[in-house]
């Protein structure tokens, strides 16, 4: 995949790994529809992009649970730039830590993590079948593959949008439509320090699991590797090269794997 004048649509574009990913984008040449739930964090990336690329981003503010507002951003895409080729669902919520989290907290965390990915497959894969061809680029985590300490709702949603992203590939690989599936470890954006900031001994130990597991990229290093991996049509983008191994080191010997991972858990409450 070749990104040079291809449109885009980046959710949680506002910040972060998605606002690294438009500005990379459209360095590539790609034309990006911006997008967050924070209207002013998505219109300050895209000014910021324009001022260097002039004309290759426009911003809208955006619920991307919510099926009629990602019709929306398509809707403006296609006004904008024409008909949608890639679709970055990256837009994310940590989640409350521990199992004390509410109906409510669960509800949140499946509609943004997961929901929004399928909501947005249910309205571009038939186009995309219809052209031959189309994009979608799931941001799931580590976590997905792995786990996460602390918030049983972010490493349930996560490994969900791992699983749906694999079935979109195995269903519809073959008619056109490619799949990549980023899972970094530690980033450097909100979402990482949100655990440290939460109050609660799970939280804190969530963020030190990451921090202390490997090296934190910044979000222009993780938007350089989700460009390399698409030019490969790579599935899985992996940043953090060690996540490979630890993942083949889960599968090998399971119960090995979750007798390290109380024994971690233990270290860093700890700390606390």
């Known amino acids: 995949m070749n990104v040079a004048r291809r449109v885009a649509v980046v959710t949680g574009g506002g910040a972060g790994i998605g606002s690294a990913l438009v500005a990379r984008l459209a360095r590539a040449g790609a034309r990006v529809v911006v997008a967050d739930l924070d209207a002013d964090a998505a219109r300050a990336v895209s000014e910021r992009v324009n001022a260097d690329h002039p004309g290759s981003t426009v911003s809208a503010g955006a619920d991307v649970s919510d099926t009629e507002q990602i019709q929306q951003l398509v ?64 941001t799931a985590s580590a976590a997905g593959l792995l786990t996460q300490i602390g918030s049983a709702t972010y490493a349930v949603t996560k490994h969900a949008a791992v699983a749906f992203a694999e079935w979109l590939s195995v269903t519809y690989g073959d008619r056109g439509v490619r799949v990549s599936c980023l899972c970094p470890m530690g980033v450097n954006t909100k979402l990482l320090s949100s655990g440290e900031d939460s ?61 390290g991972m109380r024994r971690y858990q233990s270290a860093l409450l700890a700390q606390s």
């Open 75 to 138: 809707d403006l895409a296609e006004s904008a730039f024409g008909p949608v080729d890639l679709y970055f669902a990256n837009a994310g919520i940590a989640g409350a830590p521990g199992l004390d989290a509410s109906e409510q907290d669960w509800d949140h965390s499946i509609d943004v993590n997961l929901r929004a990915h399928i909501r947005a497959a249910r309205l571009l894969v038939p186009r995309w079948l219809e052209r031959g061809e189309g994009y979608f680029v799931s």
């Open 199 to 259: 109050g609660d001994a799970l939280g804190r130990a969530a963020t030190r699991a990451v921090t202390s597991a490997g090296d934190v990229l910044e979000p222009a290093e993780v938007a350089d590797a989700v460009l390399a991996a698409l030019e490969d049509e790579r599935f899985l983008i992996l940043p953090h090269e060690d996540v490979l191994e630890m993942y083949r080191q889960k599968g090998s010997d399971y119960d090995r794997w979750l007798r």
